[in-house]
């Protein structure tokens, strides 16, 4: 699961340069690795709806409302 890091600064570069200058236009290229980026950011996170997690599942501050069923709980079945 990864987090999303923009990879570069090429908007706000391209920004501060005149109208004229041909280096303010922002080609495909310089999208795509940002755009990868994106996807494998998003790609890698569980859906809110119907989230299925692997290995160790760290909850800090978790408040459980509901009906418990089929659950063990120290020890004991419920």
Do not use: C, H, Q
């Not at 908007?11 to 200058?21: A, C, E, H, P, Y």
């Amino acid at each position: 699961m990864s987090n999303y890091t923009r990879t570069s600064n090429f908007f706000t570069i391209k920004d501060g340069l005149n109208v004229n200058d041909p280096a303010k236009v922002i080609k495909g290229a310089e999208f795509d690795t940002e755009y990868n980026n994106i996807v494998t950011a998003v790609a890698s996170k569980s859906d809110i709806a119907d989230p299925t997690f692997t290995g160790t599942v760290a909850l800090p501050n978790v408040t459980v409302t509901g009906t418990l069923t089929g659950g063990i709980i120290d020890g004991g079945t419920y």
